[in-house]
């Protein structure tokens, strides 16, 4: 059963820079494209990114496009999220899910992480 986990959150300070990762365990995360979503307090989960299943094609929403960049380490089980000049604004649990098919709304994709808090100081 494909297990994912996210290291890499915390705290850092506007304008700053912070790395996540994906990390798989118990299955391959090849032929799976993956989502970023992030929730933060009182709000709706919001749809961050969509990393194709080669890591070829990217996508952001408006809010991130520019300053995040995901990509993927096939042979480390891994997908990444760099996140760069970080506003207040992106404090949210990020979490990743997997699936065939990365869809917006986190719909028909099956398998989620617990999460990271990232916490952006004004």
């Known amino acids: 059963q494909l297990q994912l986990v996210e290291p890499g959150g915390g705290l850092v300070h506007t304008g700053g820079s912070l790395s996540l990762s994906c990390v798989a365990s118990?299955?391959?995360?090849?032929?799976?494209?993956i989502g970023w979503f992030r929730q933060a307090p009182g709000k709706e989960r919001e749809w961050v990114s969509c990393?194709?299943?080669?890591?070829?094609?990217?996508n952001y929403s408006d809010s991130v496009k520019g300053r995040f960049t995901g990509s993927r380490d096939h042979a480390k089980n891994t997908v990444y999220l760099q996140m760069n000049s970080l506003k207040p604004e992106d404090t949210a649990v990020y979490t990743c899910?997997?699936?065939?098919?990365?869809?917006?709304?986190?719909?028909?994709?099956?398998?989620w992480g617990k999460g990271t808090l990232v916490t952006v100081s004004s």
């Open positions: 899910a997997a699936d065939t098919h990365c869809t917006r709304s986190g719909s028909r994709m099956n398998y």
């Open positions: 118990g299955s391959t995360l090849d032929g799976k494209a």
């Open positions: 990393i194709s299943r080669t890591g070829e094609i990217t």
